[in-house]
């Protein structure tokens, strides 16, 4: 399967993640961006794929990511009628999972973002299921509430979904014996995805290894952060 197709099969099964959860069927496996990590800075940007734009409905009552969404927004100084359609959206920076046996990642980099008025009408995504190209990559600025709770602002598309340039979703490459003997035992070899971009750091973004993800036999499974200027 080539890498595109890759990355569009992955983007739809986080999208019907995120559906499943938000109708209250069942509950995401293991969201690990919700809550700020201990050396978090304030302003903080990520690098992320536009997944999922929500209607003000799903933003109040959707549950799953958008669980408590309203009070986040609220707590970091958002108003209730700053919450519209297509005002807040779904991200995901990283998937992973150390036993393929199960249909989906169980380990996410999901992000909840609200959108300002002048970017709404930019956004692009394509959920139909029928193509290879699936949403923006776009600059994620992440706030940490009170709570300790990550609230996303986008501030900018990085790539356009029909068009991501030198970025591409990087998949988990396993040594061929690991693989075969974690199959043959019914668990199957681990997965994950990433982004990746050539130019990144040339442009003063820093990787971040993801705690906890397998190893690839390439590079770490990892997120593009830039931190705020000092």
Known sequence: MS????????????????????????????WQ??????????????LAELVLIA?????????????????????VGYSDSDIVDGS???????????????????HHGHYVAHVPVE?????TINDDGNSETVGDLVEVELTKTAAGQLVGKIVRVHRKAEDWGDCRFEFLQTGALSSTLLTIGSVGP??????????AESD?????PVRGAPLSAT??????VKLPAP
């Open 3 to 30: 890498t595109r197709s890759n990355r569009s099969s992955f983007s739809r099964v986080l999208v019907m993640l995120w559906s499943i959860s938000a109708v209250g069927c069942a509950s995401v496996s293991s």
């Open 190 to 199: 681990p997965r994950a995805f990433w982004i990746e971009c050539a130019s």
């Open 119 to 123: 970017l709404r009408d930019g956004l």
């Open 55 to 75: 209607t003000r409905e799903q933003a109040l009552t959707g549950g799953g990511l958008m669980e408590g969404w309203h009070d986040k927004l609220l707590a």
């Open 33 to 46: 961006t919700e809550s700020a990590p201990d050396d978090f800075v304030d302003g903080t940007r990520i």
């Open 219 to 224: 590079t770490l499974v990892s997120e593009w």
């Open 204 to 208: 003063g973004w820093l990787r971040r």
């Open 88 to 106: 807040e959206v779904t991200v995901v920076s990283y998937c992973y999972g150390h036993n393929s046996g199960v249909p989906q990642c169980a």
